[in-house]
């Protein structure tokens, strides 16, 4: 292949703002946080590029997902000429800055909503979805919002509904409108033009309905349960993904692209489909829409050997033919953490895995550490969607606690006596970046083992991958190649020692090991993995058969 490009080839860290550093004292993250902890990001913990959830101007009612200026940064993130060092410090270390983008909803404190709510007659009325009621003054149709109820909020003084998605706070834009299409295209120029490298951007496929707003149909798949929202008892088959959808995307592909002459720019779609073929159009059938679908298969799946592997044949598979480049994710602000979800040791699996697949990972921030959920003491609770669905383990707080700095007051997150935002980890003096730094089997030793190594050979990130068949129950087993280079990756995700059949591979060496305690020469013919281990083995020489 050509040269991979620094979104290819690189790993991107997602940072949760309110959560990473808090320079001003107020309990919550900020930007001059972010760039006081730039040097863990190019030296400590080697990633490529960094991706900020919003940071605009805000009412908070979702975190920043819901925005009241695309073109300035909240007070409490600081300003744009923070903004500007960020990127420019980040950019002198040869880390590039990915932002949230969020198209499907403004804030309702948006100046444009505002006048869109203001009377029928706005000029801004069209910027957003509004309907009359149907004849017995029930909502337009059956559209659930995400965070429960009803997509649909009555306006009293206009009498007609307007459509939100996500919270009556977060009214949907109306992208069938060319001029909300202009405005949110200038919007993404204005960062372009500040040097931003990419965007991640926000529930990518729901931008585009139906635009008959038909009833969705039910979820034959459904069963009401705790643990799944109401809003999946029907599937969303005209409240999302139209497909007049990709037309917008291949005109801002084609928008970035007009900004990539100097460095290239990229964006990285949010979009939650697990039928591979169907997510894979969001490449473009050109390949001219998003560099990158957010694939979320390893968020998805049971954690088990066979149905992993599905998820990797299904991605390789789905784009085989049309040359799209994979991308993998273990966490992120809206997902329970990985640690919590499968266990410690599981995790350094986990880590194992992404970081040696084929493809771009994306690293959720204290990930690297084994950050765990936080139980959040109800008075606590900030997320909305824990207010409108509680108890049920919906809430994405757990997730999004301060980052583990040190064992200091506070983990070094805020200066001790804050209170910080959301409660730290009780764990925070054993799991934190200081102590694992001074540990040398410690999760974070093993993440920038597995940076460094990744980074040091393309075989890693570029070179093909190849599943090995018959590899033991429990076993992922897969070869990667580049240039003459082989490293064949084997992980056991059973707590039973196994042997690997006889490969006929060369011999090699084990260059990293996740239990972090062997290295040294290995023997394909009689290669042991430990409860949980994952190796990582050189094979000699660059060529050869393997059977
Ligand atoms: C997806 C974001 O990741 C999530 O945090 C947010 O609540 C919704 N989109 C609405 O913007």
């Not at 000029?123 to 979805?129: A, E, H, I, Q, T």
């Not at 044949?313 to 991308?327: I, K, Y």
Request: hydrophobic share 35%.
């Amino acid at each position: 292949m050509s040269e991979p490009l620094w979104w290819q080839r690189g790993v991107i860290y997602q940072i949760y703002p309110r959560s990473f550093g808090d320079s001003t004292g107020d309990g919550v993250g900020d930007l001059a946080g972010i760039l006081q902890k730039l040097e863990y990001l190019d030296h400590t913990l080697p990633v490529d590029a960094i991706w900020l959830s919003p940071i605009y101007p805000s009412p908070m009612a979702d975190f920043g997902y819901d925005v009241a200026n695309y073109v300035d940064i909240d007070p409490l993130f600081g300003d744009l000429d923070t903004f500007d060092r960020l990127v420019e410090e980040a950019h002198r270390r040869d880390i590039r800055v990915i932002i949230d983008f969020v198209p499907n909803h403004s804030s309702d404190q948006h100046p444009w909503f505002i006048e869109s709510r203001s009377s029928r007659h706005s000029p801004k009325r069209d910027w957003y979805v509004w309907r009359d009621p149907q004849p017995d003054g029930s909502p337009p149709n059956n559209w659930l919002a995400y965070f429960g109820g009803i997509a649909w909020e009555w306006d009293e003084a206009t009498k007609q509904y307007y459509l939100h998605s996500f919270l009556k706070e977060q009214p949907d834009l109306n992208w069938r409108n060319p001029e909300v299409t202009a405005a949110m295209f200038d919007v993404v120029r204005f960062w372009l033009k500040r040097g931003v490298d990419g965007f991640r951007i926000d529930v990518a496929h729901a931008i585009m309905k139906d635009p008959e707003l038909r009833d969705n149909p039910p979820n034959p798949d459904w069963r009401p349960n705790a643990q799944s929202p109401e809003h999946d008892s029907l599937l969303t088959v005209h409240s999302a993904g139209h497909p007049d959808v990709h037309g917008v995307y291949r005109d801002l592909r084609r928008l970035l692209d007009e900004y990539s002459g100097e460095r290239p720019r990229m964006m990285v779609g949010e979009i939650h489909i697990f039928d591979w073929p169907r997510w894979a159009q969001y490449y473009g059938a050109q390949l001219d829409e998003f560099h990158l679908p957010f694939n979320f298969g390893l968020l998805d799946v049971g954690w088990e050997a066979a149905a992993i592997r599905r998820v990797v044949d299904g991605v390789e598979d789905a784009l085989h033919t049309l040359g799209g480049w994979p991308n993998y994710v273990l966490g992120n602000h809206d997902t329970h953490r990985i640690a919590s979800r499968i266990g410690q040791t599981e995790a350094r699996l986990a880590m194992m895995l992404l970081l040696t697949l084929r493809g771009t990972a994306t690293l959720y921030y204290g990930d690297e550490l084994g950050m765990v959920d936080v139980p959040i003491p109800l008075d606590r609770v900030q997320d909305p969607f824990e207010k409108l669905t509680p108890g049920r383990g919906l809430g994405r707080d757990p997730e999004r606690t301060p980052m583990q700095w040190d064992a200091a007051p506070n983990a070094g997150f805020c200066a001790a006596g804050v209170e910080p935002w959301l409660p730290l980890a009780d764990s925070y003096g054993e799991i934190n970046v200081a102590e694992e730094l001074a540990d040398p089997r410690s999760m974070l030793t093993l993440t920038r083992r597995l940076l460094d190594l990744r980074r040091a050979h393309p075989a890693l990130h570029s070179g093909s991958y190849r599943p090995i068949d018959p590899a033991p129950d429990h076993c992922f087993v897969y070869l990667r190649e580049e240039q003459g280079e082989r490293f064949l990756v084997s992980l056991n995700f059973s707590a039973e020692e196994v042997m690997l059949p006889a490969l006929d591979v060369p011999n090699g060496t084990i260059v990293v090991s996740t239990h972090l305690d062997r290295d040294g020469r290995a023997d394909p013919a009689r290669f042991t993995l430990r409860s949980h281990e994952g190796c990582v083995v050189r094979l000699e020489g660059g060529t050869g058969t393997l059977s």
